[in-house]
């Protein structure tokens, strides 16, 4: 029996069969993974082709937290040398929900299956470093797990040197050069961070602080996509300015900050 917990990435393939299927289109080209606050950014990409529930195939929980979608977006995206096929996930499954990491990299490697060699990863997150602004996208240059958790197993020994892409971040650099680049931290949360945890990790060389995006960048890279990591400061963390931390703030931000992202993705999915 094939299911995500015994055969992951038989399950993908399955999955990736059904999006063929469902959108006519025998592959797709790239994938965005549109973290909370960054749905409406992809309503920046014009209208869909496609649009279907995570449920509608193998291996995808029901979507829980407010702000994160569970919905599949495919689309088809005017470049210089003719349309490329986009495939963009409202929504993500986080390791807090407790339901173990395979869910977690699941739509990832779904989409790598779909044929996408490129995997766009963004997310909101807290900024660490004290000159970062609320509303402020910051590209991910590298990042920290302070999880350790990771969705590989056995003796896949695989280099992170380059994990996020330095051909794409020149190129979305080249599109917006007032891009500030960090290192993003994954914490488990739900809970935030400590006052005390921030400065540990501001001490350790982190940027920002967020729930996401690590692993998923671990697992499409280690099927051989590249990675462009995207993170939008949506607070500042703990401790930095002496404000609590809401989850309204977050969606808020993201929702300000939405057109200039989807903007800037419009622009340079095509050319990835
Ligand atoms: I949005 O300040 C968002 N996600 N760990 N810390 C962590 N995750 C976050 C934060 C934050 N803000």
């Known amino acids: 029996m094939t299911d995500l917990y015994s055969n992951p990435l038989a399950t993908a393939e399955i999955a990736a069969e059904k999006i063929a299927e469902i959108t006519g289109k025998k592959s797709h080209h790239v994938a965005l993974v549109m973290g909370s606050g960054w749905i409406s950014a992809a309503d920046a990409l014009g209208v869909p082709t496609h649009e279907f529930s995570v449920t509608e195939l193998p291996g995808f929980p029901e979507p829980t937290v407010a702000g994160h979608g ?22 993500r499954t986080h390791l807090y929900e407790g339901k173990g990491i395979e869910p977690v990299v699941h739509g990832v490697r779904t989409a790598v299956k779909a044929g996408c060699q490129v995997v766009v990863l963004t997310n909101a997150c807290g900024g660490i470093n004290v000159e970062y602004r609320v509303g402020q996208p910051v590209i991910l240059r590298d990042h920290i797990s302070m999880t350790g ?7 896949d020994f695989v280099d992170l040197t380059d994990l996020y892409s330095k051909r794409i971040r020149e190129i979305v650099r080249a599109e917006d050069p007032s891009l500030a680049e960090g290192v993003y931290v994954h914490w488990r949360g739900p809970a935030y961070e400590t006052p005390a945890e921030i400065k540990m990790l501001r001490t350790m060389g ?9 692993p998923e960048a671990i697992a499409a890279h280690s099927l ?36 200039r992202m989807g903007e800037l993705l419009r622009r340079v999915l095509p050319q990835l």
Do not use: C
Not at 149 to 155: E, K, Y
Not at 206 to 214: C, E, F, I, Q
Not at 239 to 245: A, F, I, M
């Open 70 to 91: 569970g919905v599949i977006r495919s689309y088809n995206l005017q470049g210089p040398d003719g349309v490329i096929h986009a495939l963009v996930f409202l929504g």
């Open 149 to 155: 958790v990771s969705p590989l197993i056995g003796a």
């Open 206 to 214: 982190a940027d920002l602080v967020g729930m996401s995006t690590v």
């Open 224 to 259: 051989g996509a590249e990675v462009l990591g995207i993170s939008l400061v949506t607070n500042a963390a703990a401790g930095v300015t002496g404000e609590k931390l809401n989850h309204e703030e977050v969606i808020a931000a993201g929702k300000a900050a939405a057109g």
